[in-house]
């Protein structure tokens, strides 16, 4: 007669080669991003296709600046750490040298794709452009003393005479500031303002400052009385 029957149904696949893709790398942080001297910032990058993928050795870092183009290698000391996947990189304390595009170039078997990202670092410590110069000064005249400087961030300006920081609740002084320039005028000069006039700057990254010392001259004596020229 005729029993159960059974079958084994078999299904034969074939495995499925990848297709070969060139890698594709992209950018975390834009075209540029900026930080300030002394902080720290974080530069990333993500491949978004790569087939074969694309080992850690596979990826360089370069920086441009107006040295020179620089290979990054494997970091430079402490400042420059980066991730296992080297797609990170981490600037500990951002310097002035650390600014300028950063570039990074993958590869894998099928060719090589690079992005890159330009990093600005501000901050300026201050710099008095003009310093101050010895001056002489009639009494009864007014004494006016500019003091111009560079620096990022705007910095704070301080006036001292004699070692002591002047204030402008005395009548006689008036001082007028704004980012980049300072001055200090002194009403109606008397003897008892002839000496040491200090101007200091600073900002977060730095002071700097400029003296001079001022002489204050006497109003003119006659030898002869009006009257007596006139005779």
């Excluded at 910032?41 to 360089?60: E, G, R, Y």
């Excluded at 990054?72 to 650390?98: C, H, K, M, P, W």
């Excluded at 402008?168 to 980012?179: H, L, R």
């Amino acid at each position: 007669g005729f029993g159960p029957q059974s079958a084994t149904l078999v299904i034969r696949t074939s495995a499925v080669t990848p297709t070969p893709k060139i890698p594709r790398i992209v950018s975390n942080n834009g075209t540029s991003v900026s930080v300030s001297r002394d902080d720290s910032i974080v530069l990333s990058f993500s491949i978004t296709q790569a087939m074969p993928p694309v080992s850690p050795d596979d990826i360089v870092w370069t920086i441009t600046n107006s040295s020179g183009t620089f290979d990054l290698g494997s970091g430079e000391g402490d400042n420059y750490v980066f991730s296992e996947d080297r797609l990170t990189l981490r600037i500990q304390r951002a310097r002035r040298v650390d600014a300028g595009t950063y570039s990074v170039d993958v590869s894998n078997a099928v060719g090589t794709a690079s992005a890159e990202i330009t990093l600005m670092v501000t901050g300026v410590s201050p710099q008095i452009t003009t310093p101050l110069r010895n001056t002489t000064v009639v009494e009864g005249q007014s004494l006016i003393l500019t003091c111009p400087a560079v620096a990022d961030p705007s910095p704070v300006f301080v006036w001292r005479f004699r070692g002591e920081r002047i204030s402008t609740i005395a009548n006689k002084y008036e001082i007028v500031s704004n980012n980049s320039v300072s001055t200090l005028t002194v009403v109606g000069v008397g003897g008892s303002d002839e000496g040491d006039y200090n101007c200091s700057v600073s900002n977060r990254f730095g002071p700097d400052s400029t003296s001079a010392f001022i002489t204050i001259l006497g109003p003119p004596t006659f030898l002869m009385t009006p009257s007596e020229i006139r005779d």
